[in-house]
């Protein structure tokens, strides 16, 4: 039933309710932001209808908050923001169009009897939204209009491939009345076509899939935007074929590796939902060297990175279906010996991380290996990983994490549980984001432990006022930092290149006291890790005192920045004379 008007006068209402009637309509319950004067009415209004706010503490954070909230409830997130703040929003409404999820953000702008006077916040911030890969990008001069450009953002985060769309209303506009009669002349309508796959080609899929000998499935984000968890397993169930990596829209399943590449040379690889970016050269792209079908909803997608054979734009979960439908009574062959060899594989990798950990247990500062396959190890044993939302960040610590995991399997307990760059972020990969990403969230699922095993010193500094936004909104977090006193990756071309150069920027303050800041933005009192003895006993500690008073807590380890991750393929500078080699990955 549609929610009744509460307008204080039905035939001249004011500018701030008619947006929180349209946030209402869209069946908005929760808003993020970071107050200002342009949002005084507004948030006052909308705390009326019962909608839940919730401040943040950066504009940036505000949207990520929110993206984070649409990935784990499956709606739009709204970010409100005030007038001239919209250039600090732009990495969240980047990171929200890349990674495919939708997001609205509502912002004051200056007055409009003196706009492009150079006033106070007067700033082209459509300009600044396109440039930050804004779906859409609307400017509300006319206050009978404001719930039509609320309803085409609505439309454009949530249709063809999820997005941020932006709208900005006059400081002006938002405090005026409006004439109800005059509305009428703005059509308003949100809604999202779904659409299916020319049969023909379909068709054509079915049969590449039927001639496979060793083919493998892969899911992208829009897998988990379209809830195809039944459409996938019915596929697998019918096929036999493997899931290379499902993001949890499969679940335990015999079928499932849980290892992301296990299958390069799979024959022929189906794209559930995977967009087509990256470069194969710099280890970004597509690993697999067989023919590909795709389903994605942009046909502008198909080919961009890397080759595809067949395309099938469309709605993924009702083009997957479409496929089922295609397959039946086909007897797809025996592929048992192609999945154990896939689950050899992924043994053999497990083998090689258990043995590196085990042979630098003992180090310090703390072999990040070890670290790694402790704190995942920690997660995995205790079983608190299975309705927890997880969060990763960093770079050479998420390296070291998300191989830890994989080897044994990430196997994720449903769509959206993972919360990482590398998970999401399909061409604008950049640490910094988890934190606030993690806590819109932990808002949407109120009831979920916030579990974070890898975030790395440099990561945290990103976000990290927000540990105040999780302890005031009583959240449940465990976050185990790898402080290894650097930007690592960087760190280790640069050691490699120039010699452990400390004025290179790439070092911080070592052994610093981040626990320490957690607690003083109201979380709980944390650990200091120098021993590798110590890190089970502490993360078992702060697991019972931050679901016990539901408030953030860090762990806090310090590791080894002199131990290699992984080489970065566009540092092509040959080592000078004070190069220094390192401990690699491979010969640790």
């Not at 009669?181 to 068709?203: G, I, N, Q």
């Not at 085990?358 to 079983?383: C, R, S, W």
């Amino acid at each position: 039933m549609e929610k009744e008007l509460l307008y204080g006068d039905l035939e001249n209402p004011y500018g701030f309710e008619l947006v929180a009637d349209a946030l209402a309509k869209e069946g908005v319950e929760t808003v993020f932001t970071l107050s200002g004067n342009s949002l005084v009415s507004l948030l006052t209004e909308i705390n009326s209808r019962g909608i839940k706010v919730v401040g943040c503490r950066s504009e940036e954070g505000a949207v990520l908050a929110a993206a984070g909230f649409a990935v784990q409830s499956g709606k739009v997130g709204v970010a409100l923001l005030t007038g001239g703040y919209v250039g600090i929003a732009q990495y969240g409404m980047m990171q929200a169009t890349f990674g495919e999820i939708p997001v609205v953000i509502i912002a004051g702008a200056t007055r409009s009897d003196v706009d492009g006077m150079r006033g106070m916040q007067d700033l082209d911030q459509i300009s600044i939204a396109r440039s930050a890969y804004a779906k859409a990008a609307y400017h509300v001069a006319k206050v009978e209009r404001i719930p039509q450009a609320i309803s085409w953002a609505f439309t454009q985060a949530r249709s063809n491939v999820p997005g941020a769309a932006y709208v900005e209303i006059c400081q002006d506009v938002i405090k005026m009345r409006a004439v109800a009669a005059e509305m009428e002349m703005y059509v308003t309508s949100s809604h999202v076509v779904k659409t299916l796959a020319d049969p023909a080609v379909v068709k054509k899929a079915a049969d590449l899939l039927k001639s496979a000998k060793k083919p493998a499935i892969y899911v992208g984000r829009m897998g988990d935007a379209s809830d195809i968890h039944d459409e996938l397993k019915a596929l697998v169930d019918m096929t036999g074929i493997p899931v290379e990596m499902c993001r949890g829209n499969l679940g335990p399943h015999p079928l499932n590796i849980g290892m992301n590449g296990v299958a390069a040379d799979a024959d022929v690889v189906l794209a559930v939902g995977k967009a087509n970016t990256g470069v194969k050269k710099d280890g970004t792209g597509d690993m697999h060297t067989g023919k590909t079908i795709s389903i994605f909803p942009d046909t502008s997608d198909f080919g961009r990175s890397w080759p595809i054979e067949i395309g099938l734009p469309g709605d993924v979960k009702l083009v997957l279906g479409q496929l089922i439908e295609a397959i039946k009574g086909f007897e797809f062959p025996d592929y048992s010996s192609w999945v154990r060899q896939l689950f050899e594989r992924r043994e053999q990798q497990n083998a090689v991380v258990e043995a590196a950990a085990k042979k630098h247990a003992k180090d310090k500062p703390i072999n990040p290996v070890y670290y790694a396959q402790t704190a995942i190890g920690f997660m995995l044993e205790k079983g608190v990983n299975k309705d927890a939302i997880i969060g990763m960040d960093g770079g050479d610590c998420l390296i070291f994490s998300t191989a830890a995991w994989m080897v044994k399997g990430m196997i994720l307990a449903y769509p959206g549980q993972l919360l990482s760059w590398f998970n999401f972020i399909e061409c604008a990969s950049a640490m910094g984001l988890v934190l606030p990403l993690s806590l819109g969230a932990a808002i949407a699922s109120p009831n979920k432990t916030l579990l974070i095993p890898c975030m790395g010193d440099g990561a945290l500094g990103y976000g990290i006022a927000e540990l105040e936004t999780l302890a005031r909104e009583s959240i449940s977090a465990v976050i185990v930092l790898s402080n290894n006193g650097a930007w690592g990756t960087v760190y280790q071309d640069q050691r490699r290149i120039y010699g452990r150069d400390e004025k290179s920027g790439s070092f911080f303050v070592n052994g610093l006291h981040m626990e320490k800041v957690c607690e003083g933005f109201g979380g709980l009192p944390g650990y200091y890790v120098e021993n590798p003895e110590d890190i089970t006993p502490a993360l078992e500690k702060a697991y019972e005192s931050a679901t016990r008073e539901k408030k953030p807590v860090i762990v806090n380890i310090l590791t080894d920045p002199a131990v290699y991750a992984a080489p970065l393929s566009n540092w092509t500078l040959p080592a000078t004379e004070d190069g220094e080699p390192y401990t690699a990955y491979g010969e640790a």
